[in-house]
């Protein structure tokens, strides 16, 4: 890789002192400072969408983010068939979910990144770039995921501790997919997905503690817009809340707080705190964890899958409590 990295970081004008390699990134030190370069694992369409959303914050007034190096205005390098983007390292450590004014920062950020979403129009049209409407299939697609799970554990003839706690779950975390999506029907959708389509607003979709940092001065920059995509603002409100509850057992009362800060900002609608419900239901974290043990390693790694979700499962009853008060109060 040292070779190549050489040769990407020259071709973005840049000339190499020091690599160092991380698990799906390269840290680079260069004559102009540090560099994030990474290869992308996406189409150059995707790109494009991606460094267009970017820069259509920073033409909004939008600036602490990881914008993409360009040259002569484009935002990416092919080499030997991929192709490698670059943003300059952003100091900072990441955002911490027990420290309240730094859960305050990110959910006003948040609320400050949707509204100057507002209005992006790619320079190439780019339909897997958009969630909206697809939901629905979604959840119905991973509650298939739980029935052949669920039959392919039956018909193993050893059945190991954590065939043995899937089978105990499945049941459930299947009924709560199945709410989800009975959810989105009941609260219309469709109809808002359709209402919210014309105003074209973007999400950051991967929206949580890693992917937003905190510098020495407290200020707070978002990283990681590899999973940006049209979709529902309150959906990716909804994820940030999850990733947040997923440290702090489901508190409601940080939930609270967390919306109400973020209403501060931008006033959530009523609309928006309903299909919040459907999406906070649908057990998304589980659902990952057994399909890539199931689909991908099923022969290895065991024991570290089975503490993995065997953490998740014990959050459920703090989970389901809080679903509980969510809908009452919402």
Same mark, same amino acid.
């Given at each position: 890789?040292?070779?190549?990295c $050489? ?5 973005f004008g840049?000339q190499?002192?020091?690599n160092? /390699? !991380?698990k ?6 260069t004559d102009?400072?540090f560099f ?7 189409k150059v369409?995707?790109?494009?969408f991606?460094?267009g959303?970017k820069?259509?914050l920073?033409n909004?007034?939008y600036?602490?983010i990881d914008?993409?190096i ?6 990416y390098?092919?080499?030997d068939?991929d $192709?490698?983007?670059?943003t300059r ?7 911490? /979910?027990?420290? /309240?004014?730094e859960?305050q ?6 609320a400050r ?7 992006y129009? /790619?320079?190439?049209k780019?339909?897997s770039?958009?969630?909206?409407? !697809?939901?629905?299939?979604d959840?119905?697609?991973k ?11 039956k018909m ?5 501790k954590?065939?043995?706690?899937v089978?105990d ?13 009975k959810?989105l029907?009941r609260?219309?959708y469709f109809?808002?997905c359709?209402?919210?389509?014309l105003?074209r607003y973007f999400?950051h979709?991967d ?5 937003i940092?905190?510098?020495i001065?407290?200020n707070?920059?978002?990283?990681n817009f590899?999973?940006? !995509?049209?979709e529902?603002?309150?959906?990716d ?10 440290k ?8 609270i707080y967390?919306l109400?800060?973020?209403n501060?900002?931008?006033k ?6 309903k299909?919040?419900a459907?999406f906070l ?5 589980i659902?990952?964890?057994?399909? !890539?043990y199931?689909y ?8 570290m899958? $089975?503490i ?11 989970r389901?409590?809080?679903l509980k008060?969510?809908n009452?109060?919402?």
């Open positions: 890789m040292n070779d190549r $050489y040769k990407l970081v020259q071709r840049f190499l002192i020091k160092i /390699p !991380k799906d990134y390269n840290i680079v030190l102009k400072g994030v370069l990474k290869k992308a694992k996406y369409s995707e790109i494009l991606i460094h959303a820069e259509h920073i909004k007034g600036r602490n914008s993409y360009t040259i002569e205005g484009i935002p390098i092919e080499y068939g $192709y490698y983007v670059m390292l952003i100091e900072g450590r990441r955002c911490n /979910p027990n420290n /309240p004014i859960i920062k990110a959910s006003r950020a948040l990144l949707h509204d100057a979403s507002k209005n129009i /790619p320079i190439v780019e339909n770039r958009s969630n909206m409407g !697809k939901l629905q299939n959840y119905l697609e509650c298939q995921d739980y029935i052949y799970i669920k039959s392919l554990i193993r003839t050893t059945k190991h954590i065939d043995l706690m089978l779950y499945i049941d459930m975390l299947y009924d709560m997919s199945i709410e989800s999506v959810s029907q609260n219309g109809q808002y359709e209402e919210e389509g105003y999400c979709n929206y949580n503690h890693d992917n940092l905190i510098d001065s407290g707070l920059s978002i990283i590899d999973n940006c !995509k049209y529902l603002r309150c959906f409100i909804a994820s940030f809340v999850m990733a947040v509850m997923d702090l057992n489901w508190d409601f009362e940080k939930v967390i109400e800060t973020y501060s900002i931008r959530i609608q009523e609309i928006e705190y299909l919040m459907s239901q649908f057990p998304q974290d659902w990952e964890i057994t399909t !890539k199931y991908d390693d099923y022969e290895n790694l065991g024991n899958y $089975y993995a979700l065997k953490n998740k499962i014990e959050r459920l009853p703090y389901i409590e809080f008060k969510y009452n109060k919402f």
